[in-house]
């Protein structure tokens, strides 16, 4: 089965600008949620999706944005991007539907903001 | 304010050793905890699962859980140098797949 898959792998965007990234969870997976990591802060919860609808939000600005779609697949979106935003984006999918609750990720797009 | 204490390390263990790594969380409520292993470079890979208090083995893996100290741990059997990573442990809620995530141990096996 394939795993989660996520595009792109690497974006460098200037500040004030916005981004949009995809993700494509494992075939059956209906849950997808999305983290942020960084050398300071570690991993931190972005926000989860369960049937196009955000079930989770973590503690980050309005700036960070998400959707889900019919098939799973998620997109996040991050407007007027500062540099502290410049991250790991990881997705990670779930069964969904009760335990087992195990997410597996994919292998992140590394976003660079100058 | 959930928060997921771990060792940041570096442990250094040699080669066939056991090496165990620690957790605490801070939230009563969790219910689900997780080890995730990553490598330099690469996303967090899922290593283990576990719900109830007690231990769970998987080939070389064993985690370890205990709710009324609101530990958990893992344990690796026969240390190859291939398990030189950062190891994160993960907690959520009761039905929640939000995780809380700690800070990482990174383990560094001696050959």
């Known amino acids: 089965k394939a795993g989660v898959t996520q595009t792109p792998r690497y974006l460098i965007k200037t500040r004030g600008q916005q981004v949009t990234l995809s993700c494509s969870p494992i075939?059956?997976?209906?849950?997808v949620s999305w983290y942020q990591q960084t050398p300071g802060q570690g991993l931190q919860f972005l926000f989860e999706?369960?049937?196009?609808?955000?079930?989770n939000k973590g503690n980050f600005p309005g700036r960070f944005s998400g959707r889900q779609f019919s098939n799973s697949r998620s997109e996040m979106n991050v407007s007027t991007l500062e540099l502290g935003d410049s991250a790991l984006y990881l997705c990670?999918?779930?069964?969904?539907?009760?335990?087992?609750?195990?997410?597996?990720f994919g292998p992140g797009t590394r976003l660079t903001v100058t | 304010q959930k928060e997921v204490e771990q060792n940041s390390g570096p442990l250094s263990v040699p080669e066939g050793a056991i090496a165990s790594l620690n957790c605490t969380y801070s939230?009563?409520?969790?219910?689900?905890f997780f080890w995730y292993r990553q490598y330099s470079g690469k996303s967090p890979e899922l290593i283990m699962s576990i719900y109830s208090n007690g231990d769970k083995e998987d080939g070389r893996f064993t985690a370890q859980l205990n709710k009324a100290s609101q530990y958990v741990s893992l344990l690796i059997r026969d240390s190859q140098p291939s398990d030189s990573a950062t190891y994160l442990c993960a907690v959520s809620g009761a039905g929640s797949y939000q995780l809380t995530f700690g800070k990482g141990t990174k383990l560094s096996v001696i050959p």
């Open positions: 075939s059956g997976h209906r849950s």
């Open positions: 939230d009563r409520g969790s219910q689900s």
């Open positions: 999706y369960f049937s196009e609808t955000q079930r």
């Open positions: 990670a999918s779930s069964l969904a539907g009760g335990a087992p609750y195990e997410q597996y």
